[in-house]
């Protein structure tokens, strides 16, 4: 029996499924004729895009991954699964953060700027993430930035 097809959109953060759906709704209010098959494709498409996006949002008590179905076997919670689940909040959060700063400051040259730059030796993207303090680290960096964004010497 053939496993089915991995859901892409699983490892999306917030602002990459924003910006998949909208497209997604885009392709979808096109009048364009599609093939029986191309329907079928974007509607098994739609499915994984929509479930990743309703994941991401905050999935209830009953998906894996989440604290309240860890601790519904044991009968009372996990202090390790909420930590746990705390700990994947707030980084997203930090990331998400940095991803809306960068976006404002670095424009277009968003992914050449994170490719580029190194802060205090480490990659903007882990410094980011890693603590609220690294986080104003990589923020005070882009705040320097000109107006225009960031331009590649060379």
Known sequence: MRNPP????????????????MQRSR???????????????????????LTAAGSALDSSEYMPGNPEYASRSEGRISTTEF??????HIHNSRYRTYLRALDLAAGK????WRVDVLIDGN????????????????????????RWGYRRRG
């Open 6 to 21: 991995r859901n892409p959109y699983l490892d999306h953060d917030l602002i990459e499924l924003a910006a998949q759906c």
């Open 109 to 112: 040259s968003r992914e050449a």
């Open 123 to 146: 990659k903007p993207d882990a410094l980011a993430v890693e603590s609220d303090e690294g986080l104003r680290a990589v923020l005070d960096e882009l705040a320097k930035l000109p």
């Open 83 to 88: 930590m746990r689940w705390h700990l994947r």
């Open 27 to 49: 392709e979808l209010k096109e009048r364009v004729q599609r093939t029986p098959e191309q329907r079928a494709a974007l509607a098994d498409d739609t499915a994984f895009l």
